[in-house]
């Protein structure tokens, strides 16, 4: 195996998961003797790191270490690498389920002699990657959200849409004759289809948030509310609401109002 062959296969074969190989097996015949991984604050041997790379095997079952960009001088190796996964366990004195993800940047330079590593000096943005598995801090949550509210009161559909995430779930509940009820499903349903169907038939008179708190991705807001039912012209009676809204990797995944929906019904169904 020439230099080339032995840096691919360090990421494809070592670091990214697959059911083919395993990272020590592929790792002890290419690392040289004397065989050094620094970073910025530590620096391991040939055994740490297989020891190391085993352990992301078994909690990052979906772990995947994909070069961008190698540049070559020598017997020097630079490479750029784009890192993914679910961790699920453990991870960093992080506890994980598996549901989040993280997505990073990792940049290597390996040192390399008649097909084998000499030493790696490396940097990897953990920070980032720690950051997306713990999901937003609770003033970033409420910071989205509000920022969504904002903009819809403005009619500002920009700022709308680029804070609606692709799989962004709409939920509406309660009289079912109420034509826009829900769920809508996806960025492209509640923009073209949810969206000019409730302006269609509801037209919002007061929207008045009286409480809101927030917890990791997740915000609430309780208010009073009225409006006008376009169908009988009729204006409906004040009434509550509460509103749920989850954030994943900072646009909003879920909309869920909730809302006295007879009041809504009574109006609609108005006679006049």
Same mark, same amino acid.
């Given at each position: 195996?020439? $230099? *080339?062959?032995?840096?691919?296969?360090?990421?494809?074969?070592?670091?990214?998961? $697959?059911?083919?190989?395993?990272?020590?097996?592929?790792?002890?015949?290419?690392?040289?003797?004397?065989?050094?991984?620094?970073?910025?604050?530590?620096?391991?041997?040939?055994?740490?790191?297989?020891?190391?790379?085993?352990?992301?095997?078994?909690?990052?079952?979906?772990?995947?270490?994909?070069?961008?960009?190698?540049? $070559?001088?020598?017997?020097?190796?630079?490479? *750029?690498?784009?890192? @993914?996964?679910?961790?699920?366990?453990?991870?960093?004195?992080?506890?994980?389920?598996?549901?989040?993800?993280?997505?990073?940047?990792?940049?290597?330079?390996?040192?390399?002699?008649?097909?084998?590593?000499?030493?790696?000096?490396?940097?990897?943005?953990?920070?980032?990657?720690?950051?997306?598995?713990?999901?937003?801090?609770?003033?970033? =949550?409420?910071?989205? &959200?509000?920022?969504?509210?904002? &903009?819809?009161?403005?009619?500002?559909?920009? =700022?709308?849409? /680029?804070?609606?995430?692709?799989?962004?779930?709409?939920? +509406?509940?309660?009289?079912?004759?109420?034509? %826009?009820?829900?769920? %809508?499903?996806?960025?492209?349903?509640?923009?073209?289809?949810?969206?000019?169907?409730?302006?269609?038939?509801?037209? =919002? @008179?007061?929207?008045?948030?009286?409480?809101?708190?927030?917890?990791?991705?997740?915000?609430?807001?309780?208010?009073?509310?009225?409006?006008?039912?376009?169908?009988?012209?009729?204006?409906?009676?004040?009434?509550?609401?509460?509103?749920?809204?989850?954030?994943?990797?900072?646009?909003?995944?879920?909309? +869920?109002?909730?809302?006295?929906?007879?009041?809504?019904?009574?109006?609609?169904?108005?006679? /006049?």
């Amino acid at each position: 195996m020439d $230099n *080339r062959e032995a840096v691919m296969a360090f990421y494809e074969k070592a670091l990214t998961v $697959n059911s083919e190989t395993r990272p020590t097996e592929v790792l002890k015949p290419l690392l040289a003797d004397g065989y050094t991984s620094s970073s910025s604050v530590e620096s391991k041997g040939a055994e740490a790191l297989m020891g190391q790379l085993e352990f992301f095997w078994k909690i990052v079952p979906d772990l995947k270490w994909e070069p961008q960009e190698v540049i $070559n001088q020598g017997d020097v190796y630079i490479v *750029r690498s784009i890192a @993914t996964g679910s961790p699920k366990g453990d991870f960093m004195g992080l506890p994980t389920d598996g549901s989040k993800s993280f997505k990073m940047m990792s940049i290597d330079m390996h040192t390399m002699k008649d097909g084998k590593f000499v030493s790696t000096t490396h940097v990897e943005d953990w920070a980032t990657a720690m950051k997306q598995l713990k999901g937003p801090e609770p003033q970033d =949550t409420m910071k989205i &959200a509000g920022a969504y509210m904002e &903009a819809m009161g403005k009619g500002d559909m920009e =700022t709308m849409k /680029g804070l609606m995430h692709d799989d962004m779930v709409w939920q +509406n509940e309660g009289d079912s004759r109420l034509p %826009w009820l829900g769920p %809508w499903k996806g960025k492209e349903d509640i923009l073209t289809k949810f969206m000019p169907l409730f302006g269609e038939h509801f037209k =919002t @008179t007061k929207w008045e948030t009286q409480d809101q708190l927030s917890g990791g991705d997740t915000a609430a807001f309780f208010g009073r509310m009225t409006g006008v039912t376009t169908k009988s012209g009729q204006e409906t009676t004040e009434f509550t609401f509460a509103l749920r809204v989850k954030v994943k990797d900072g646009k909003i995944i879920l909309w +869920n109002w909730l809302e006295d929906s007879f009041a809504v019904s009574e109006a609609y169904h108005s006679a /006049g």
